[in-house]
Nanobody, 131 residues
Framework: QLQLVESGGGLVQPGGSLRLSCAAS????????IGWFRQAPGKEREGVSC????????NYADSVKARFTISRDNAKNTVYLQMNSLKPEDTAVYYC????????????????????????WGQGTQVTVSS
């Protein structure tokens, strides 16, 4: 069974930090770009960050640049999202997804922030930033 499982969410005060994990079971993440998306109540899902299959390319939404860092450990079949200087507007359910756009020249999966390019999704983890 192919599965992605997010963990690490919770309640944190403004200015605090959390590290989200996205662990895969039933398949290897080596060949997939991984994206992190979030959805706040009453809002559309938005792309937060993504990382290519090689880990050599990353991308961030403007709202999280310089605060969030995405990384991957293919040996552990896990991708991480380190979130620092959290703000109340970061409150949302965070989802990780595996997919990306194939690069025919390199064989890599490229990092894109479009949810339509991702095939496998986790169930989400709640992040609440509040004092």
């Amino acid at each position: 069974q192919l599965q992605l499982v997010e963990s690490g969410g919770g309640l944190v005060q403004p200015g605090g930090s959390l590290r989200l994990s996205c662990a895969a079971s039933g398949f290897t993440l080596d060949y997939y770009a991984i994206g992190w998306f979030r959805q706040a109540p009453g809002k559309e899902r938005e792309g937060v960050s993504c990382i290519s299959s090689s880990g050599g390319s990353t991308n961030y939404a403007d709202s999280v640049k310089a605060r969030f860092t995405i990384s991957r450990d293919n040996a552990k079949n896990t991708v991480y999202l380190q979130m620092n200087s959290l703000k109340p507007e970061d409150t949302a359910v965070y989802y990780c997804a595996a997919g990306g756009v194939p690069d025919m020249h390199t064989g890599q999966a490229l990092c894109v922030m479009r949810s339509s390019e991702y095939n496998y999704w986790g169930q989400g983890t709640q992040v609440t930033v509040s004092s």
